[in-house]
């Protein structure tokens, strides 16, 4: 269970590059400390990138060195542990990595994971993610999944209600695309982040926007009733401080 007995979502707009070795971003902290724990356990699902192995291994060395208890669930070709649910029901934070949301979440349907996330979720597991673990936990998104051009995604969890984008200003045609995708009302109405700013949720609700840096925002996109949407810039609420961006990469 999470510090304050709540259930926490952090939806990371990006990290804006590759972290050097053995830094844990800024963001993935402010995670961990929702956690509470003194040495969270941590569980990294990197199936939206068909569990790369570098990435697992640049995860453990982070966050070892920042004194969590790391492990992983891996999917590919088949899973490194008898009992997904049992492993992921035993964490403090659950971390979703980056790739492709639209493969990651028909993987995770076949092996069961949605409601053994959400379980998690509601025994007070911290959730969190980027890019496309970011999406995963809404209704939908923007996403390259299917090819080079940004497409609407629909077939998210449903934790949290509306859409999701993220690198909405780190990626020039993401704003113009969601905004039109809203506009359209193919995908709800939601939230938008900048690389170096995620959506904290507690419940269902909107708590605030966490950035690692000034500057970095998030943005509530609505449709207008004219064709159009509306944008709404939210400045984070918290900023995480000088001293934890120097023990950690920009990205």
Same mark, same amino acid.
């Given at each position: 269970m999470a510090a304050d007995g709540q259930r926490h979502i952090l939806a990371i707009g990006g990290f804006?590059?590759?972290? &050097? +070795?053995?830094? /844990?971003? #800024?963001?993935?902290?402010?995670?961990?400390?929702?956690?509470g724990a003194v040495r969270p356990r941590v569980c990294v699902l990197n199936t939206a990138a068909g569990d790369e192995p570098t990435a697992f291994v640049r995860m453990y060395a982070a966050?070892?060195?920042?004194?969590?208890?790391?492990?992983?669930?891996?999917?590919?070709?088949?899973?490194?542990?008898?009992? &997904? +649910?049992?492993? /992921?029901? #035993?964490q403090d934070v659950i971390f979703v990595g980056g790739g492709s949301v639209a493969n990651m979440i028909a993987v995770w349907a076949v092996h069961g994971l949605a409601d053994i996330l959400h379980q998690a979720w509601d025994a007070?597991?911290?959730?969190?993610?980027?890019?496309?673990?970011?999406?995963?936990?809404?209704?939908?998104?923007?996403?390259?999944?299917?090819?080079p051009d940004l497409r609407p995604f629909t077939a998210g969890l449903g934790f949290l209600p509306g859409s999701y984008c993220p690198h909405y200003s780190s990626e020039p045609a993401r704003r113009p695309r969601y905004q039109s995708l809203v506009a359209d009302r193919i995908l709800a109405p939601g939230i938008a982040c900048d690389d170096g700013a995620a959506a904290h949720f507690t419940g269902t609700e909107l708590a605030g926007i966490v950035a690692e840096h000034p500057g970095a925002a998030g943005y509530l996109v609505r449709p207008d009733?004219?064709?159009?949407?509306?944008?709404?810039?939210?400045?984070a609420s918290v900023t995480l401080s000088p001293e934890a961006d120097q023990d950690q990469p920009e990205g």
């Open positions: 804006g590059g590759r972290p &050097p +070795a053995q830094r /844990l971003p #800024a963001l993935i902290r402010y995670a961990l400390d929702l956690s966050l070892s060195q920042h004194g969590a208890i790391p492990s992983h669930l891996q999917l590919f070709a088949m899973p490194n542990v008898p009992d &997904p +649910a049992e492993l /992921l029901l #035993a007070g597991v911290v959730l969190a993610g980027v890019s496309a673990g970011a999406i995963c936990w809404f209704e939908g998104g923007t996403t390259d999944s299917f090819g009733g004219r064709g159009g949407v509306t944008e709404q810039a939210l400045t």
